[in-house]
Nanobody, 126 residues
Framework: QVQLIESGGGLVQAGDSLRLSCVVSGYMFSRYGMAWYRQAPGKEREFVAA????????EYADSVKGRFTISRDNAKNTVLLQMNSLKSEDTAVYYC???????????????????WGQGTQVTVSS
């Protein structure tokens, strides 16, 4: 059974950094495109960042470009999201998602995601 488990969330102040991790088990991780989404209270889930299954392409939402970095470590079945210069508007539950052999651009579309983690809360105080 496929499992995605996020960690690394927490309460920080504006301007701080956090690194989220998503550990995946149950399938050939290297064949899956991976993405991060987030959902703030009262809002729809939105795309944050993605890395292609080949590892050679990344995509970012305009709101996080230049501040967040997504990366993957196939040896550890892990995808990371380094978040710098955090803002109050980054407050949300962050979800890790996966889709077989998905290119990064396709992962911008939420319906492309087949597997989801349970989410990790990020709260940024101003």
């Amino acid at each position: 059974q496929v499992q995605l488990i996020e960690s690394g969330g927490g309460l920080v102040q504006a301007g701080d950094s956090l690194r989220l991790s998503c550990v995946v088990s149950g399938y050939m991780f290297s064949r899956y495109g991976m993405a991060w989404y987030r959902q703030a209270p009262g809002k729809e889930r939105e795309f944050v960042a993605a890395v292609a299954w080949t590892g050679d392409r990344t995509e970012y939402a305009d709101s996080v470009k230049g501040r967040f970095t997504i990366s993957r470590d196939n040896a550890k079945n892990t995808v990371l999201l380094q978040m710098n210069s955090l803002k109050s508007e980054d407050t949300a539950v962050y979800y890790c998602g996966a889709s077989l052999e998905a290119p990064a651009q396709a992962l911008r579309i939420m319906h492309t995601i087949v597997y989801w983690g349970q989410g990790t809360q990020v709260t940024v105080s101003s």
